[in-house]
């Protein structure tokens, strides 16, 4: 049984930081590719980052050069740093595993970017 569990969220001014963090159990987290995506209220869910089993990473370019995505293999972590936010980074944080072609979802964490 997979579980991905979420945290770090909350509130930050604009021009902020904040670092999530996604705690995988029951796989084995160093074969598998993360990611975290995020979605807003009337908007499609879309990936803000990933990173695979070999660290290799991958941004969208409405993140690139703000966000890092990075793993702990040994804490069967993923981590989300995210600086110089703004009110349109504001979503639920989703962290997502693939292994062998299926996608695990953890709960989400909520990120609100407000002055």
């Known amino acids: 049984q997979v579980q991905l569990v979420e945290s770090g969220g909350g509130l930050v001014q604009p021009g902020g930081s904040l670092r999530l963090s996604c705690a995988a159990s029951g796989i084995i987290f160093s074969i598998s590719a993360m990611g975290w995506y995020r979605q807003a209220p009337g908007k499609q869910r879309v990936l803000v980052a990933a990173i695979t089993s070999g660290f290799k990473t991958n941004y969208p370019d409405f993140v690139k050069g703000r966000f890092t995505i990075s793993r702990d293999n040994a804490k069967k972590t993923v981590y989300l740093q995210m600086n110089s936010l703004n009110p349109e980074d504001t979503a639920m944080y989703y962290c997502?595993?693939?292994?062998?072609?299926?996608?695990?979802w953890g709960q989400g964490t909520q990120v609100t970017v407000s002055s």
């Open positions: 997502n595993l693939r292994l062998n072609g299926v996608d695990y």
